[in-house]
């Protein structure tokens, strides 16, 4: 069951419901979008579908049960297939209800282990939600190369496996290795970041982020930024950083990472003094 958010009041009830993208049913062409996640990345739907790759959308909210207990399998799925640079397209679409910050935080909170798929919540996850008519969460949809809805709603899900399932004949949808460091568009990553939670000092590692100028910044919750910190001119070569986190109050912060202006990866921690 899914879960629904009912009217303009968040009441979250379960349901069991069929054609969840309402507005594109199976065989129908759907309309170019364009929306952009909480790292600044943009992706458009004809863009993708020049480049022959399929897109696969993950509806969701927060603290919708359903979606925590299956964020798992969709970011397995992500990592499996090369992180967004092989066939598939991997894209979280937040309902709308929550800030970035959560936006960022629900696949680091409910699928720790793997790779965590690009999320978008300000920057037009409320708009696409109410396009595609989605009422139920999660809706997972598959689009093609050609912008055809191939399923509207693939339910119910038991595993990565499920995903794959849907896969059309003839796709060829490959499995293939993420890449690591800075991505094509420049976004650096954390390779580790401990101990968490903590009661003051963080050490994050960067790995091997290249010639690049990063900086990371605190956030808190409500998405003010209370804290930040210039990491200089990196090497090629793997690096360690410490950040001292002992003046925050209690609760929980995005660390996020930048590169000359190029939004990178966030982590989310936890201060417990």
């Not at 800030?99 to 300000?122: I, K, N, R, W």
């Not at 995903?163 to 460091?181: K, L, N, R, Y």
């Amino acid at each position: 069951m899914r879960s629904s958010l009912l009217c303009s009041i968040a009441i979250l009830v379960s349901t069991l419901a069929n054609a969840q993208a309402a507005n594109y049913p199976n065989g129908s062409t759907v309309a170019d979008f364009t929306v952009t996640d909480t790292h600044g990345q943009v992706h458009n739907l004809n863009a993708y579908g020049a480049q022959g790759k399929y897109v696969l959308l993950d509806f969701f909210f927060y603290n919708c049960g359903p979606c925590q207990s299956h964020a798992p399998y969709y970011s397995e799925l992500y990592q499996t297939y090369g992180c967004n640079g092989g066939d598939l397209i991997c894209i979280e679409i937040d309902n709308g209800t929550d800030t970035d910050v959560l936006t960022e935080a629900f696949s680091e909170d409910f699928a720790p282990g793997f790779s965590h798929p690009p999320a978008v919540g300000t920057g037009g996850g409320g708009d696409l939600t109410n396009t595609f008519g989605v009422t139920a969460f999660p809706t997972f949809c598959l689009i093609s190369p050609a912008r055809v809805m191939i399923n509207q709603d693939i339910w119910p899900v038991s595993n990565m496996g499920t995903f794959v399932a849907a896969f059309p004949a003839g796709s060829d949808i490959t499995p293939q290795a993420c890449a690591v460091g800075i991505t094509e568009t420049g976004a650096p990553v954390f390779s580790n970041v401990f101990p968490n939670p903590t009661s003051g000092g963080i050490t994050f590692d960067l790995g091997s982020t290249g010639n690049a100028r990063l900086s990371v910044e605190v956030i808190d919750l409500v998405g003010h930024q209370v804290m930040r910190m210039d990491l200089g001119r990196t090497s090629s070569s793997a690096s360690t950083r410490t950040l001292d986190l002992g003046s925050l109050s209690d609760g929980q912060y995005l660390l996020q990472l930048w590169n000359d202006g190029v939004r990178g990866e966030a982590r989310r921690v936890t201060v417990a003094h």
